[in-house]
T-cell receptor, first 111, second 108 residues
C-alpha cells in the first residue's frame, strides 16, 4: 500500500465552524506533513510530525491545530477560519527525511 | 535551507527532450536535490533524487555538476500528459520547502 488517503476531499465551512481534516498512511512512515496550497502557488509547509511528535511548526496561526494520534494518522483541526484560509490542504508522509508521498488533498472553502 | 531558482515556465512539443535547470547556490554538504511533478488539484509526485553526477530512472534523468550549485532535470520524449508543474527542491532533514516551480506546457 503506497497511498496517503485524505478525507474529506471537499469541505465547506463557515467562519464559526469547527471541522477536521484527516490523513492516513499504512506505509510504516514515521514522518507526516501538512501543506497548504493556494491556486497557482507552490505548497507551503505548515507542520511536520516525526515519530508522532510535532517537530516543525512554520508559524501557523493557532486556528489550525494538528494532531497525530498514532504513526498512521494525522489530523488537522480547524476552528474560526477566515475566507483567506480557503485552499487545498495536502498531507504527506515519508520514511525518515526521504521521498514525500502526498495524498490527493482536501479542498477547503471558508465562507 | 538553500533557495532554488528555476524558470517560471517552459513550452515544448510532443516527442522532444525537455531540460529544466535549477540553481541552488547555497546547497549544503548533506543536502540532496529532489524533483517533484504536480498536476492540477493533485498532490505532488516524486520524480527523481540525486546527490551528485547523474541519476536515471524510468521517467527522467538528473544531472548534477561537481560543484552541485545547479541541477538539470531531463525528460526524454515528452507527451501531452507531461504538462504539469515541476518543482526542484533541496532537501536535508524534514523541512521540505517547495520553490516556485516551472510550468511545463507540452503542445501537440
Amino acid at each position: 500500500d503506497t497511498e496517503v488517503t485524505q478525507t474529506p476531499k471537499h469541505l465547506v465551512m463557515g467562519m464559526t465552524n469547527k471541522k477536521s481534516l484527516k490523513c492516513e498512511q499504512h506505509m510504516g512512515h514515521r514522518a507526516m506533513y501538512w501543506y497548504k496550497q493556494k491556486a497557482k502557488k507552490p505548497p507551503e509547509l505548515m507542520f511536520v510530525y516525526s515519530y508522532e511528535k510535532l517537530s516543525i511548526n512554520e508559524s501557523v496561526p493557532s486556528r489550525f491545530s494538528p494532531e497525530c494520534p498514532n504513526s498512521s494518522l494525522l489530523n488537522l483541526h480547524l476552528h474560526a477560519l477566515q475566507p483567506e484560509d480557503s485552499a487545498l490542504y495536502l498531507c504527506a508522509s515519508s520514511q525518515e527525511a526521504g521521498e514525500l508521498f502526498f495524498g490527493e488533498g482536501s479542498r477547503l472553502t471558508v465562507l | 535551507l538553500a533557495k532554488t531558482t528555476q524558470p517560471i515556465s517552459m513550452d515544448s512539443y510532443e516527442g522532444q527532450e525537455v531540460n529544466i535547470t535549477c540553481s541552488h547556490n547555497n546547497i549544503a554538504t548533506n543536502d540532496y536535490i529532489t524533483w517533484y511533478q504536480q498536476f492540477p488539484s493533485q498532490g505532488p509526485r516524486f520524480i527523481i533524487q540525486g546527490y551528485k553526477t547523474k541519476v536515471t530512472n524510468e521517467v527522467a534523468s538528473l544531472f548534477i555538476p561537481a560543484d552541485r550549485k545547479s541541477s538539470t532535470l531531463s525528460l526524454p520524449r515528452v507527451s501531452l500528459s507531461d504538462t504539469a508543474v515541476y518543482y526542484c527542491l533541496v532537501t536535508g532533514g524534514f523541512k521540505t520547502i517547495f520553490g516556485a516551480g516551472t510550468r511545463l506546457f507540452v503542445k501537440a
